[in-house]
């Protein structure tokens, strides 16, 4: 396992910063993101990218610490939020920070500012051409007659 | 993404690529300032569907007047134009050419992690079911049509009228279960779950509406279902007020006699037949799944039940039947709006834990240039004044308020707009203050409320601080209530602006402050909800302190047998068990009682006792889940027979011995022991369900078993009403009783006896029996502890509050504390695990930012405070301490108070109280207000 920064990794290759950050944004480097804004990536996964990319090895792995062991080196929070236990094994490597709601009324809307509060990109989607569902066209709401507006 | 549908879905769970139909809105949405003239003059008029079809609205048109996005629209199918080619008044019309009939149907493709579906209900439409005569008399109408009827914002503005002659009706009659708990008209057998309480509101919101002694409302009902937080009061305060409410299903109902009002048939409870006239019938219609429920379903593959509602099991309650797709709201069951908020709540927590690994990767965050320095400048002010197309220019001459804003002192450049706050003047306000070198700026045009956030992000932008705008509301506090008299209106508004200018001169650059968060939440409570919400936090990657006052986790989950849907309880329990206490993001604490509580939002601090050691934890932000606990019984004989059970006691016994109870040739269940009673004046929610589904497991061991089940109202709501009817079907007798006349019971030697008298025979029944089983209520534990150290808040039974009955439902009151469980209200399994994770979920939004931004019109001290401490008892929020501090210099010690900024919200009332001048807030200092107030009373004093 191979820990480095976005911008290390810019500087040896000889290209920009943004677009190392994208060649893992797309899943081209498959590498996970560790604290301290570094990147973790497998020998093999930095080997395939280098061959795919006409790069030489040494040229990279020279460079790069290593990482012993890869979750040791992580602070408990972090190993859980990386580790796959308790997330379904089936899910593939990627995964996208997005989320899609579909439906605008109260539920839809709570979901998705849940959501955007917590670091997630929500795409709302509803069907008429504003939002606020059934509840809008209530007039009060039971038990206290406050207005659903 | 309004007027857009889901049209296909690919991937898997964490990298879905979803297809959406955007359809055209024929508006420009940047271009379009909804002052709606495509509306006025569109000259095709169509069934307001927002109003329940009461009235017209345009084929251009908003949804609302506070619609989101406030932009108007087209509908294609209704324009003249689109359908024949010929019109576009709209167009002609419109000040920003914002109409586009070139606007075409868009397919976007969208890459996302996960999805929520959340399409809502529809009501039942009662128009094909004839007996209810909805077609024969217009002032038959259904509960969504009389909701707007009744809305200030409706057709009648908020006066009641009668469809038919536009009268003010007197007596109406609300029809229960209309589309739901009906197997013979409309196949709906499930309980709508929240049409009782509608109708109640609506009863006792028209009361507030109408005057006059001769006012009457009648609910025809079977069951009242009032079963949740506060619900009972609600009933019982418009029984106290005059509603009545009749078991009686009207079974004739026809126009009256002039072709107005109804007519009703219905016969009472001693077979005795009344005919009866009322000026209007609101038919209380249930929630349907939705209409697009079949499509969706099929367009994402997720499995519905026979309802078409979505299907879930009560342990995973808001995940669809495929990974990485949610559900919630009414497209799962039907429900209230408090239950669809936490859901909402619950399925972005599960969505978050689901793609913890890529948070924070897609968002954005806008950057804003460095703020000028204004030190030693003398106020230079530019006033903007708006016409909003013709709602202010078409009242208040704007031209001369520009005028007269020129000569206002401090005031270097003033011009008028058209609409202050389309993108275009943004972008015109930058450079003017760019050009002009202005420092402080009024714009004279709407509300604060709404706007005021975009002309501050225009301030932000353009190097300005954001509290160097002040707005003067010459719209809705002038324009639209003095459209009669232009030239006051215009007086007004001159007045408006000086006082305002007067304010800007004053404005001082603020700085918002910001609190560190501790990325830790402390869960009290180890039970279902308790475990629930320190499990998904410890997915989504936060730690969680777990603090369990006994030795073991799980709380009353270990008595119960099986959940409504008959899934054993224990080996979900055990499973759960197991990941919390192995999790390496929780820390259990066994035995473990809450010491103190210090700090707020971002930062608590408490100190926790475990097995007699003392330790301190630090924490963003805390879930309440303490639980509550089965009444003991304290009639029908409970204690004195073993043969008296309450429901967990009855669980257990199934559990160990099941084969034995099967031996019973005899089971009454006794409801609400303890519920509804005067003591306790709730409805314990769980307990009809319960019994219901043990009655039916009875019923299944031995089908030859007399099964009695005595009851008030049998409150099985949403898909439980089809335990009810199936327990109907295997035989099970059902007696109602009333509070006044409860059940006797007798232990005579080896003989217990049940009477009751039964209203339908008319006659006092005697049974024999076996097994008693008595449905003890749920009460909440002693929480005065608690309170004492979080200040937070509690209702009259003693269940702790949440911060708004509706909107925020496990939220408290204090902010960065969150609720879940029993502890909130008596809920059964599902509803409880759905609050552990909206918890969860509303705990993380606070937990996910490195520092809590505040807003900075906050109360601050100044050196005239002299300590009297007048103020800490009007604080609302106990932002304010009495403190001691020493004297720079002599080291004398004096008393002075300190306000805490994390809690303050800035309301002033402190600022208001003092006597001395020794504390303000931010934006709204005396002197400011004092410039406002002179500037007002300029040509007066």
Not at chain 2, 89 to 97: G, H, L, Q, V
Not at chain 2, 298 to 321: H, N
Not at chain 2, 364 to 384: H, I, M, N, T, W
Not at chain 2, 401 to 425: I, K, M, Q, R, W
């Amino acid at each position: 396992m191979y820990e480095f920064k976005v911008g290390r990794l810019a500087r040896i290759l000889g290209v920009h910063r943004n677009t190392v950050s994208n060649w893992i944004r797309s899943g081209r480097l498959d590498a996970r993101p560790a604290p301290a804004k570094r990147y973790q990536i497998g020998e093999a996964a930095l080997r395939r990218f280098c061959a795919l990319n006409h790069i030489a090895e040494d040229r990279v792995l020279d460079h790069l610490t290593v990482l012993p062991e890869a979750a040791a080196s992580l602070t408990p929070t972090v190993a859980a939020r990386f580790s796959t236990t308790g997330r379904e094994e089936s899910m593939t490597q990627k995964t996208i920070g997005s989320v899609m709601v579909v439906g605008g009324g109260i539920a839809g809307i709570q979901a998705t500012l849940d959501l955007a509060d917590s670091g997630y990109f929500v795409y709302l989607v509803e069907k008429s051409a504003g939002i606020g569902g059934a509840m809008a066209q209530l007039d009060k709401t039971f038990p206290t007659n406050d207005c659903a507006m | 993404m309004t007027l857009s549908e889901v049209t296909g879905i690919s991937g898997e769970a964490g990298d879905f690529r979803v297809s959406v139909k955007q359809n055209p809105r024929y508006i420009d949405m940047n271009r379009c300032i909804a002052c709606g003239e495509c509306a006025a003059k569109c000259p095709k008029k169509v069934d307001d569907e927002f109003n329940a079809g009461i009235n017209k609205r345009r084929a251009a048109y908003i949804k609302y007047g506070q619609a989101v996005p406030l932009k108007y629209a087209i509908d294609a199918a209704n324009c003249i134009y689109l359908a024949r080619g010929k019109c576009r008044a709209c167009e002609k019309f419109c000040p920003t050419d914002a109409i586009d009939f070139e606007d075409k149907e868009k397919n976007v493709d969208v890459n996302v992690g996960s999805v929520i579906l959340a399409p809502g209900w529809s009501p039942f439409d009662p128009k094909g079911v004839d007996y209810l005569g909805c077609a024969e008399s217009p002032d038959i109408v259904t509960s969504m049509e009389y909701e707007r009827l009744l809305s200030a914002s409706g057709p009648c503005m908020g006066h009641l009228k009668r469809p038919s002659d536009s009268r003010e009706p007197k007596k109406i009659a609300w029809l229960q279960c209309v589309g739901s708990r009906n197997l013979n008209r409309c196949d709906n057998a499930y309980c709508s779950s929240v049409c009782c309480m509608y109708a109640i509101k609506q009863a006792l919101v028209t009361a507030e509406h109408l005057e006059g002694d001769d006012l009457s409302q009648t609910v025809f009902y079977m069951d009242i279902r009032s079963h949740g937080k506060e619900f009972d009061r609600y009933f019982e305060k418009a029984q106290a007020d005059g509603v009545n409410f009749v078991r009686a299903r009207p079974h004739t109902i026809e126009p009256g006699k002039d072709g107005t009002g109804v007519t009703m048939r219905y016969t009472l409870d001693d077979g005795k037949v009344v005919v009866e006239d009322f000026d209007m019938a609101v038919l209380s219609v249930g929630l349907e799944a939705s209409k697009d429920a079949l499509s969706l379903a099929d367009t994402f593959g997720i499995a519905l039940d026979e309802f078409r509602f979505a299907q879930t099991s009560s342990f995973a309650p808001v995940a669809s039947s495929r990974e990485g797709v949610f559900v919630t709201g009414a497209f799962q069951a039907p429900k209230a709006i408090p239950r669809s908020v936490a859901e909402a709540s619950a399925a972005a927590a599960d969505a978050a834990r689901l793609l913890t690994a890529a948070k924070g990767t897609l968002t954005r965050s806008k950057s804003y240039p460095r703020e000028k320095d204004l030190a030693g400048q003398q106020p230079r002010v530019g006033v903007f004044v708006c016409s909003c197309g013709i709602n202010i220019a078409g009242v208040v001459d704007v031209k001369e308020v520009v005028a007269y804003a020129e000569g206002l002192p401090h005031v270097v450049y003033a011009e008028n707009n058209l609409f202050s706050c389309s993108a275009d003047t943004q972008d015109l306000i930058a450079k003017r203050i760019e050009e002009h070198n202005l420092n402080r700026i009024v714009v004279a045009a709407c509300t604060p409320r709404t706007h005021e956030p975009l002309f501050q992000d225009t301030l932000r932008e353009a190097g300005l601080n954001a509290y160097l705008i002040e707005m003067a509301n010459i719209r809705n506090q002038n324009a639209w209530v003095h459209q009669n008299a232009p030239e006051a209106a215009t007086a007004k508004a001159k007045d408006q602006v000086r006082m305002a200018v007067a304010k800007a001169a004053l404005d001082y650059p603020l700085a918002r402050d910001a609190v560190p968060v501790t990325q830790k939440a402390l869960v009290i409570g180890g039970g279902l909800a308790g475990m629930g919400a320190a499990l998904n936090l410890a997915d989504q990657g936060f730690e969680a302190v777990l603090l369990e006052k006994d030795a073991r986790l799980g709380g009353n989950a270990w008595h119960l047998d099986t959940t409504p849907k008959g899934e054993p309880v224990r080996p979900m329990l055990e499973e759960m068990i197991q990941r919390t206490e192995n999790h390496a993001n929780i820390k259990v604490l066994k035995n473990a009682a809450l010491k103190s509580a210090t700090g707020s939002v971002g930062q608590f601090v408490s100190k926790i006792a475990v097995d007699g050691q003392t330790r301190a934890v630090t924490y963003g932000a805390a879930v309440l889940a303490t639980g509550a606990r089965e009444s003991v019984p304290t009639e029908y004989g409970y204690g004195e027979d073993a043969r008296i059970l309450t429901h967990l006691e009855f669980d257990r016994k199934l559990r160990e011995d099941a084969a034995q109870l099967g031996q019973a040739q005899s089971a009454v269940f006794i409801q609400c022991v303890g519920s509804r009673e005067p003591n306790r004046p709730y409805c314990s929610r769980v307990c009809c369900t319960h019994t219901v589904k043990s009655a039916i497991h009875l019923k299944t061991l031995n089908p030859a078993m007399n099964v009695y089940v005595l009851y008030r109202d049998m409150r099985t709501y949403g898909l439980n009403e089809i335990l009810y009817q199936k327990a109907r079907d295997l035989g099970v007798i059902f007696i109602r009783y009333d509070v006044d006349q409860k059940p006797a019971v007798a232990i005579e030697g080896a003989d217990l006896k049940v009477t009751v008298d039964d209203p339908i025979v008319q006659r006092p029944l005697k049974i024999d029996t076996d097994l008693l089983v008595l449905a003890a209520a749920i009460e909440p534990h002693a929480s005065d502890e608690l309170i004492a150290l979080y200040k937070c808040g509690v209702n009259a039974d003693g269940f702790l509050n949440e911060a708004h009955p509706k909107l925020r439902p496990v939220d408290m009151a204090v902010d960065g504390l969150f609720v879940a469980g029993l502890c909130n209200y008596p809920k059964p399994v599902d509803e409880s695990i759905e609050q552990a994770k909206a918890a969860a979920a509303r705990a993380a939004t606070v937990l996910s930012q490195e520092a809590m931004q505040l807003d900075a019109i906050k109360s601050f001290v100044t050196d005239d405070c002299d300590g009297c401490a007048l103020c800490l008892d009007v604080c609302p929020y106990r932002a304010i301490k009495l403190e001691e501090q020493a004297t720079e210099g002599n080291g004398q010690v004096h008393k002075r108070i300190v306000t805490d900024k994390a809690l303050c919200k800035g309301c002033g009332l402190c600022a208001a109280t003092c006597p001395k001048g020794g504390v303000h807030v931010h934006g709204f200092t005396l002197d400011q207000l004092k410039a406002q107030v002179s500037a007002a009373l300029v040509d007066v004093v």
